[in-house]
């Protein structure tokens, strides 16, 4: 299984980017996939995650700002990204859980099976 990010890269604050995420090597058509990010000297974090019906739920620095969303026919995961802050600088990673969304701790890093390299936001004031 392959996750590959894209769509990273500096940009201004109030500025917006798409992250993309396109998963192959994965069988199974329910899965829940997710967002996470790292910054300098931080641990990683859950940004979003959403399931293949399209649930979704967001850690609170990021909502009404961030819309995660995919496309199942080409197993593709996006998450855009509006408003950016300096804060939001960080190396960003998609996930893929391997079953379905656990939406009483949706942000375990444990629970994502297979992970993409990342790709890295950088958001200037």
């Known amino acids: 299984v392959q996750a590959v990010e894209s769509g990273g890269g500096p940009v201004q604050a109030g500025g917006s980017l798409r992250l993309s995420c396109a998963v192959s090597?994965?069988?199974?058509?329910?899965?829940?996939m997710g967002w996470f990010r790292q910054g300098p000297g931080t641990e990683r974090e859950g940004v979003a995650i959403i399931d293949s019906g399209g649930a979704t739920t967001y850690t609170d620095s990021v909502k009404g700002r961030f819309t995660i969303s995919r496309d199942n026919a080409e197993n593709t995961h996006y998450l855009q990204m509006n408003n950016l802050k300096p804060e939001d600088t960080a190396m960003y990673y998609c996930a893929v859980r391997g079953r379905s969304c656990d939406w009483y701790q949706p942000f375990v890093t444990s629970g994502f099976k297979y992970w993409g390299q990342g790709t890295q936001v950088t958001v200037s004031s």
């Open positions: 090597g994965y069988s199974r058509s329910t899965y829940c």
